[in-house]
């Protein structure tokens, strides 16, 4: 099985436009996409196509709704962050837990160890993702950040 097959959603990172032929849907990209694809060129991430630890297009229906991705690779402990976006009309139908389960996947074939995440204090339904795929929450002193973290 490919790893579109197997995850569901585009795995050639986040492209200018939509890839192989996909349409956006009209809410994509999100003002966080743009923020997060921005961030990950500044901080030097490698091309898509040469490795894992990049941003992907979240697919339904042959439309991109949404990203998920690595903030960078593992560092020396084995650990990544991960963040997500799907377009907020979309929100509570199960597509960022499936996409979130999907690239923990993505990081456990790596070998990465454990797995971090960040939501804002009122985003619940970022929450419930998280914590549905075998997150905990972790006590950390900043404010405007709750913090999730998964182990194996």
């Not at 993702?129 to 929450?137: D, T």
Request: with cysteine; hydrophobic share 35%; net charge negative.
């Amino acid at each position: 099985m490919d790893q579109r097959d197997r995850l569901g959603f585009e795995a050639t990172g986040l492209l200018p436009g939509p890839a192989d032929g996909l349409r956006w849907h009209p809410e994509y990209p999100t003002e966080n996409t743009l923020i997060g694809y921005r961030l990950s060129v500044e901080a030097g991430q490698p091309e898509p196509d040469t490795t894992p630890w990049w941003m992907y297009h979240v697919v339904r229906d042959d439309q991109v709704v949404g990203n998920i991705g690595f903030h960078g690779p593992p560092d020396d402990q084995g650990r990544v962050e991960i963040g997500y976006d799907i377009v907020d009309s979309l929100w509570g139908q199960g597509i960022g837990s499936a996409a979130c389960a999907a690239i923990i996947g993505i990081a456990r074939d790596a070998g990465v160890t454990e797995v971090t995440a960040e939501t804002e204090p009122d985003n619940l339904g970022s929450q419930r993702i998280l914590i549905k795929n075998g997150f905990v929450r972790v006590d950390v002193d900043e404010p405007g950040a709750v913090r999730f973290r998964l182990r194996w």
